[in-house]
């Protein structure tokens, strides 16, 4: 999460801005991005007499921008790289990892399935349950009050929406004691949704469904227009088939980039994870791993890098996705 | 973007007539289908019966006031979705319910933890710190009577069925003080069993052995009676503590030394000289643990140095990132270079990969004897990138350079990309060199877009737990100091490491520590954010 969320918005001050500016940024920085890239080619080309001059009029324009490009492209992509070598180095540590692709096979992913202390197939599943349900309450509880706050005029709307955005200042890492001590106590009583159950951190993770997600949906649906919905009123439907059917097909982008960015950030969130989830069997991958790595630094590294490599492949994949689909204007030809 | 919300808002200001609002009943009774309503039914009784579940279990453990929160909630939702109107608080209910659990009320218990004692020692009533201290100091006493016991047992948990020497039955289990009971069936003056438990045989005795030899069944409900205890499982004595409770005094006595330990309000039974009987109890402190973090030497100097990092922390890694992110966005903002696309790409994948596990890549790849850095890039070299003060700082922004400089750089591209030429066009007609252009036009814009994100980012960077807790875990060590700190340790790993790590907690002191930082986030950013908004009028 560290390092996606001021992307995402997590953080306590975020939306203290605009948010209808912030969700503008979100979607349209990267397709002004995209966008530029489509021009790339169309550039003035330098036209020297002398091949000689020719290359240096190129250096000084673009040439250089190139190997500043390289250095930093290197300087980004060597530590995934050296994780990548470490996991297929078979029983590796963190000395053998430095021969860099000496030694190649699949045994660490392997072995990595078979630990009993270190159940990194629990993680696995764990992970990615907890971030893909707490993906879909995040989504589902921020549509029904961004719809609410968009649509809806109501007396204490706009206390609602200050609230929102005073309480975020408060996140929740910094209750980390408090939600403890209450997990703790509401074990004594419901053991089932207490401390150590999954359960308990989903409903722990979804306390922050609201706020900053709701923020960035509500920008989203106050881009589409009340008309849609009036004529649909008109045509006989309810609130709830309004919101159900129409709206929520309308506002999909940015509830795919909603729940995306709280599935990669619950994926890899660690403070409350840890305080939580007692059990190995139990953990998620962010504290599995960290604790696997605290406990045998240098021995296991193969079967840490697998591990990460493994762990990381969703996360960037969805990253990468994420950002071709913020581009997409759904609502743009929804207007008849 | 914001037109259609000011359209609406005029709208909404004429009260809707009589007529609009039947035919707004009218669709909303069309559109709603029987489907929904069955939905509807079978969600909330689903929802009404655990409510109620949770609220007989919560009676019965004596938590009123939760009980009655729970009940309350529950009768609001079903108030709000049975009625027909109240149609925002539909839609808002679900998000508030968990918002209030456990963003609000955990914002709240807090603050109120953080004038607590609570934390290792100080972790119960004073009751249960009474009885803790009584068992703890319990010895058998000579001579004392011996009761005949049959160990019994019920949902995995043990109880004595003793038989005492006046041949009176009685049952009773850890915290259960022991009460007679009449249907126990007998064998030769001893009771063997009582209906609803099952006996221990003598091998289940021994496989419980431990189990059973710690307990102690209190004798009554005061706790200067004593206990029983068993060495064998088949005889119970009575064992009394060298303590001796005073409830009206408040006082614990020693009775091998005769020192009195009096309850002076500190949360714990205290002697004359100073030594306290652990454990205590949990009492409300005040400002104590603020008071504490300013001024109590041992945690005050680690406090100010952990505080001072943490700026400087943040400062620098929005810095560094921003000036990174601004630089490379200008070099690829050039429409003549090539194959930007595959430098783009390279350089998100630090964003997009999960920032937990790049710092324990790097704490690997920067360990001091092994790591990659050291052995290969400078050829054995022995430098303690992580285990030197000055090293670890530098090393942490360096890997925080690293996570962060991608995103700078896509806001930045997107910034400057949403700068019009024709400003640009018109500095340039005027003869400005590309450098003022860039000075006084692009900067200044740039920022105006920027200077929300840079402020997010600081308050973000502020609490960055995950990288200093996975790359350096706070350290190296500050041994002088009384609170578990290091060198490189911010507030938010601060407040961790006091509450979670080592075999001491205290949870007040981090609470308190949590407060500050919420006070410090807030001020800064309400008046990072004020300026900003000026910045924005300025231009």
Redesign the interface.
């Known amino acids: 999460?560290?390092?996606?969320?001021?992307?995402t918005?997590?953080?306590?001050?975020?939306d203290?801005?605009d948010s209808?500016?912030?969700?503008?940024?979100l979607i349209?920085?990267?397709g002004?991005?995209d966008g530029?890239?489509a021009?790339?080619?169309?550039?003035?080309?330098g036209e020297g007499p002398l091949p000689r001059r020719k290359f240096k009029r190129y250096f000084r324009?673009?040439g250089w921008?190139?190997i500043?490009?390289v250095v930093?492209?290197a300087?980004?992509?060597f530590?995934?790289l050296?994780?990548f070598s470490?996991s297929l180095n078979p029983g590796g540590?963190?000395?053998t990892?430095?021969g860099l692709f000496g030694n190649v096979s699949l045994e660490s992913y392997l072995a990595l399935f078979q630990s009993e202390t270190h159940p990194y197939g629990a993680w696995f599943v764990n992970t990615l349950v907890i971030g893909l349900v707490t993906a879909a309450g995040t989504v589902?509880?921020?549509a029904?009050?961004a719809?609410?706050f968009?649509r809806?005029?109501?007396t204490g709307?706009r206390f609602?929406l200050t609230t929102l955005l005073v309480?975020q200042?408060?996140?929740?890492?910094?209750?980390?004691?408090?939600?403890?001590?209450?997990m703790v106590q509401i074990s004594?009583?419901?053991p089932a949704i207490g401390l150590n159950t999954q359960i308990g951190l989903i409903?722990?993770y979804?306390?922050?469904?609201?706020?900053v997600n709701?923020y960035l949906m509500y920008?989203f649906f106050?881009?589409i227009?009340?008309s849609i919905d009036e004529a649909a009123?008109?045509d006989?439907?309810?609130?709830?088939?309004?919101?159900f059917t129409i709206i929520l097909r309308l506002v999909a982008p940015i509830l795919a980039v909603v729940g995306l960015l709280s599935f990669?950030g619950t994926?890899?969130e660690?403070?409350l994870a840890?305080?939580i989830l007692i059990d190995p069997e139990k953990q998620t991958l962010?504290v599995g791993?960290?604790k696997f790595?605290?406990d045998e630094?240098?021995k296991n590294?193969s079967l840490?890098?697998a591990g990460?490599v493994l762990?990381?492949i969703l996360?960037?994949a969805l990253?990468?996705a994420l950002?071709r689909y913020i581009v997409g204007g759904l609502t743009a030809g929804s207007v008849k | 973007?914001?037109t259609?919300?000011i359209d609406?808002?005029a709208a909404?200001e004429t009260p809707p007539s009589k007529k609009s609002k039947r035919a707004?009943r009218l669709?909303?009774?069309?559109?709603?289908?029987w489907k929904?309503l069955i939905f509807k039914v079978v969600a909330l009784g689903i929802i009404d019966a655990l409510a109620l579940y949770?609220a007989l279990?919560?009676f019965q453990?004596d938590?009123l006031v939760a009980a009655i929160a729970v009940l309350a909630v529950t009768g609001i939702a079903n108030w709000v979705y049975l009625s027909r109107g109240n149609?925002?608080a539909?839609?808002?209910i679900?998000?508030?319910i968990?918002?209030l659990?456990?963003?609000?009320?955990?914002?709240g218990?807090?603050a109120?933890?953080a004038f607590t004692n609570?934390g290792t020692g100080h972790n119960s009533t004073k009751e249960s710190a009474v009885n803790a201290l009584m068992l703890s100091a319990q010895e058998r006493v000579p001579d004392s009577p011996a009761y005949e016991l049959t160990v019994v047992e019920r949902l995995g948990e043990f109880s004595f069925l003793v038989t005492d020497p006046d041949g009176d039955v009685e049952l009773g289990g850890v915290e259960r003080p022991l009460e007679p009971v009449n249907d126990a069936e007998m064998d030769g003056g001893k009771a063997v069993a009582v209906p609803g438990y099952n006996t221990l045989n003598f091998s289940q005795i021994v496989a419980n052995q431990e189990a059973i030899a710690d307990m102690a069944v209190p004798i009554s409900d005061d706790p200067n009676d004593g206990s029983l205890r068993t060495p064998d499982g088949s005889v119970a004595y009575v064992y009394l503590s060298s303590l001796e409770y005073d409830e009206a005094a408040g006082t614990m006595t020693d009775t091998r030394t005769g020192t009195v330990y009096s309850d002076i309000g500190t949360g714990a039974f205290t002697a004359p000289d100073g030594t306290e009987l652990m454990p205590g109890w949990q009492i409300t402190v005040g400002f104590d643990n603020f008071v504490r973090a300013f001024t109590e030497e041992s945690i005050r100097a680690p406090f100010f140095s952990v505080l001072l990092w943490t700026f400087v922390f943040a400062f620098f890694s929005v810095f560094t990132c921003f000036a990174?992110g601004l630089f490379?966005a200008i070099?690829?903002?050039?429409?003549?270079?090539?194959s930007?696309?595959y430098?783009?790409?390279?350089?998100?994948?630090?964003?997009?990969?999960?920032?937990?596990?790049?710092?324990?890549?790097?704490?690997?790849?920067m360990?001091q004897?092994?790591?990659?850095i050291n052995?290969?890039l400078l050829g054995g070299a022995d430098i303690p990138w992580l285990t030197n003060e000055w090293l670890a700082k530098f090393s942490i922004l360096l890997v925080n350079l690293?996570?962060?400089f991608?995103?700078m750089f896509?806001?930045c591209?997107?910034?400057l990309?949403?700068i019009p030429d024709d400003v640009q066009e018109a500095a340039k007609v005027d003869g400005a060199s590309a450098w003022q252009i860039f000075r006084s036009i692009k900067l200044p814009l740039l920022f105006v877009?920027v200077a929300?994100?840079l402020?997010?980012?600081f308050?973000?960077n502020f609490?960055?737990?995950?990288?200093i807790?996975?790359l350096t875990?706070g350290g190296p060590r500050d041994v002088t100091a009384d609170v578990n700190v290091g060198a490189t340790d911010i507030l938010?790993t601060m407040?961790?490491k006091v509450?979670?790590v080592g075999s001491k907690a205290d949870?007040g002191l981090?609470?308190a520590f949590?407060i500050i930082?919420?006070l410090l986030?807030?001020t800064i950013?309400v008046i990072?954010?004020r300026r900003?908004k000026a910045l924005e009028e300025l231009n």
């Open positions: 999460m560290s390092n996606l969320t001021p992307h918005g997590k953080s306590t001050l975020e203290f801005g209808v500016g912030r969700a503008e940024a349209g920085a990267p002004a991005i530029f890239d021009k790339e080619g169309a550039g003035v080309r324009e673009t921008r190139h500043v490009g930093v492209a300087f980004a992509i530590p995934l050296y994780v470490a540590t963190l000395l990892a430095n589902i509880l921020g029904l009050a719809y609410s968009s809806m005029r109501f709307r609602g309480v200042m408060f996140p929740q890492m910094l209750a980390m004691v408090a939600i403890f001590l209450l004594d009583i419901f409903m722990v979804l306390g922050g469904a609201l706020g709701t920008g106050n881009t227009p009340s009123k008109i006989g439907a309810g609130h709830a088939r309004i919101f990669i994926s890899s660690f403070v840890s305080i962010a791993l960290y790595i605290s630094f240098s590294w840490f890098a990460a762990a990381a996360p960037v990253f990468l950002q | 973007m914001t259609p919300t609406r808002d909404v707004a669709a909303e009774q069309a559109g709603a289908g929904l949770a279990v919560l453990t938590q149609l925002p539909k839609y808002l679900p998000g508030l968990f918002l659990i456990f963003q609000i009320f955990v914002a218990y807090t109120y933890i609570y990174l490379l070099v690829f903002n050039d429409p003549r270079m090539k930007k696309k430098y783009r790409l390279l350089m998100i994948l630090p964003y997009a990969f999960p920032g937990f596990l790049s710092a324990l890549v790097w704490a690997g790849m360990n004897e092994f790591g990659f052995v290969v690293w996570l962060g991608p995103y896509l806001i591209t997107g910034a990309q949403s877009a929300p994100l402020i997010a980012s308050a973000y609490n960055n737990f995950t990288l807790y996975m875990g938010i407040v961790y509450a979670f949870y981090a609470s949590s930082i919420f986030v807030a950013s990072a954010f900003t």
